[in-house]
């Protein structure tokens, strides 16, 4: 009897090490490299829209902001922010 249990668990441990041993085996063939590669693209495009909409979406409220203070008549130089990038080139260091 106990030989059969010691069976059973050499059979389930091999089993075991075999699906991984073959799961290590498949992610450096060109194929599993390809597919992670591809993976990371995929990653890198999904956060690079994600990036570009909060860009377009910040755009869109700056000028929104802008035609309403040029309907109002007001002086727009202060929201376009051209103070501090004077401030910041005359203090840049080169």
């Given amino acids: 009897m106990k030989r059969i249990i010691w ?7 091999g089993v075991v090490v075999v ?10 063939t060109p194929g599993g490299v390809a597919e992670r590669v591809g993976d990371a ?3 890198m495009k999904a956060s690079f829209k ?4 909060d860009v377009s979406e910040a755009k869109q409220a700056k000028e ?3 035609f309403d203070a ?3 008549g007001e002086d ?11 401030q910041a080139l005359n203090g840049r260091q080169y």
């Fill in 19 to 28: 699906r991984k041993v073959t799961k290590v085996a498949e992610s450096v």
């Fill in 70 to 72: 040029i309907e109002r």
């Fill in 76 to 86: 727009v130089t202060s929201l376009l922010g051209e103070e501090d990038d004077e």
């Fill in 64 to 66: 929104a902001e802008l």
């Fill in 41 to 43: 693209g995929a990653e």
């Fill in 50 to 53: 994600a990036f570009w909409a």
């Fill in 7 to 13: 069976v059973g668990i050499g059979i389930a441990v």
